[in-house]
């Protein structure tokens, strides 16, 4: 049996690789918010208070272009409305735990750290403490974030624009979900996801990344009815 | 006003993260809806890879000679044979810089 550090150490580990996208990204998001004119503590209190990159960004540049308070807190909660689906999914490894318990590794849920924890802890159901394994994921990416985006603040953007990093932010996703290539019922939730953003990208509040999951689970409902 | 628009945003984004795990009890979901969240992975990160990869920074289609679409091509190749998520990333790098800087140039 694992101890709680072991689990915990292996999710550390799960998520290091993503440090490759989850860096660069947090330096660009700590320094366009300099570039955008805002104090630096408030820019970094959107990596402690947020803590959602992209909502981050568009958070900033919609407040800086003169919108309204309400039409940037709208379009930080659609994007970040997707962790209601990681929730949902994770809450399977966290249901025993106490209220109190619950309530702070909530915090800790990223898109890469649910991805490993789940892609896990679906193989290891008779883990016990598999919340350990969600933290390390979480508070590694969290202590990253943070540093990264101090980074940013404090020396701009470094990293010269050419390379073209922001790339680097769909490659992370990719390598996430490249194994379920083998499954074809997945690669067609996958088609279909993609393709609704491609259609939807350009509906209200960036939208198109709730709605277009909400269209592909939608399809897989249909799919696994089908299939009976 | 901007610091009470990040406080919100912050408690509307923790509550996206907390709401499913701490207030939802998971008897409520029933077996059809706990079948489908094994496919939120795949529903969830075409959404981001694939404007990521087919838009630009103007949200205009790229064209389909873009090396972002290439890059991708080598990372998916690479992705799906070494199972690695650093192999990925790197591979789908390298071969990105590889075209914008020795080819394009």
């Not at chain 1, 924890?117 to 008779?126: D, V």
């Not at chain 2, 409520?28 to 630009?56: D, S």
């Amino acid at each position: 049996m694992l101890s709680k550090s072991k689990i915990f150490f292996k999710g550390i580990v799960a998520v290091l690789p993503h440090m490759l996208s989850v860096i660069p990204f947090g330096i660009i998001t700590g320094a366009i918010g300099i570039e955008l004119g805002f104090n630096p503590i408030l820019v970094y209190a959107t990596s402690l208070i947020i803590f959602g990159g992209a909502s981050q960004i568009i958070f900033m540049q919609l407040l800086s272009g003169g919108a309204s308070s309400l039409v940037a807190i709208t379009s930080v909660g659609v994007i970040n409305s997707r962790h209601l689906l990681y929730g949902a999914v994770l809450s399977e490894y966290l249901e025993k735990l106490s209220f109190i318990k619950k309530l702070i590794i909530s915090y800790f849920i990223v898109d890469q750290g649910f991805a490993e924890s789940n892609k896990y802890l679906r193989q290891n159901k008779n883990l016990s403490n598999p919340h350990y394994y969600v933290l390390g994921t979480g508070v590694t990416l969290w202590f990253c974030w943070q540093l990264s985006t101090i980074s940013g603040i404090i020396l701009g953007s470094f990293i010269p624009e050419e390379l073209g990093l922001k790339f680097a932010i769909p490659l992370t996703f990719l390598a996430i979900i490249v194994n379920d290539l083998r499954k074809l019922d997945h690669v067609f939730v996958m088609l279909v996801s993609g393709f609704a953003s491609l259609i939807l990208f350009n509906a209200p509040f960036k939208s198109y990344i709730i709605l277009s999951p909400i269209v592909a689970l939608i399809a897989a409902f249909i799919m696994l009815r089908l299939k009976k | 006003m901007t610091w009470l628009s990040i406080i919100i945003s912050g408690i509307v984004t923790y509550f996206s993260r907390m709401a499913m795990v701490a207030l939802i009890d998971r008897e409520m979901l029933g077996t059809k809806v706990k079948e489908v969240l094994n496919y939120v992975p795949a529903a969830v990160f075409p959404a981001i890879i694939f404007p990521g990869v087919f838009f630009n920074d103007f949200g205009l289609f790229v064209e389909i000679t873009d090396p972002k679409i290439y890059g991708s091509i080598v990372a998916l190749v690479v992705g799906f044979y070494s199972r690695s998520v650093i192999a990925t990333i790197v591979s789908g790098l390298l071969s990105y810089w590889f075209i914008i800087f020795l080819l394009l140039k």
